[in-house]
């Protein structure tokens, strides 16, 4: 069985409404805390696997560095560069969907 987590990403502006949104869906990520240390150790110890991440409404500008998922979506890119199977992240861009 799969775990599915969907992010609504028009309303992530900060680091902190990602880790919100992670958390409203998964309550036992607070305790890792609110850092890329602690969502790294969560996706690769933590975490029912395997998992589809949906990111909902995301604008390219939101990837661009510097910006709050950037770093967020390096981490998760690069556990799933070392388990392809066990991790999908799956992004809707105004309405078209990429794997």
Same mark, same amino acid.
């Given at each position: 069985?799969?775990f599915?987590?969907?992010?609504?990403?028009?309303?992530?502006?900060?680091?902190?409404?990602?880790?919100?949104?992670?958390?409203q869906?998964?309550?036992a990520?607070?305790?890792?805390?609110?850092?890329?240390?602690g969502l790294?150790?969560?996706l690769?110890?933590?975490?029912?696997? *395997? =998992?589809?991440?949906? @990111?909902?409404? &995301?604008?390219?500008q %939101?990837?661009?560095?510097?910006? *709050? =998922?950037?770093?967020? @979506?390096?981490? &998760?890119?690069?556990a %799933?560069?070392?388990?392809?199977?066990?991790?999908?992240?799956?992004?809707?861009?105004?309405?078209?969907?990429?794997?």
């Amino acid at each position: 069985m799969m775990f599915t987590l969907h992010f609504d990403c028009r309303d992530i502006k900060t680091r902190d409404d990602f880790y919100q949104q992670l958390c409203q869906q998964f309550p036992a990520y607070s305790s890792f805390g609110y850092n890329l240390d602690g969502l790294w150790d969560w996706l690769t110890g933590e975490l029912p696997l *395997p =998992l589809t991440c949906h @990111f909902h409404g &995301l604008n390219p500008q %939101q990837l661009k560095a510097g910006q *709050p =998922l950037a770093a967020i @979506f390096a981490v &998760l890119h690069e556990a %799933q560069t070392e388990q392809r199977d066990l991790y999908h992240i799956v992004v809707d861009y105004d309405g078209d969907v990429e794997e």
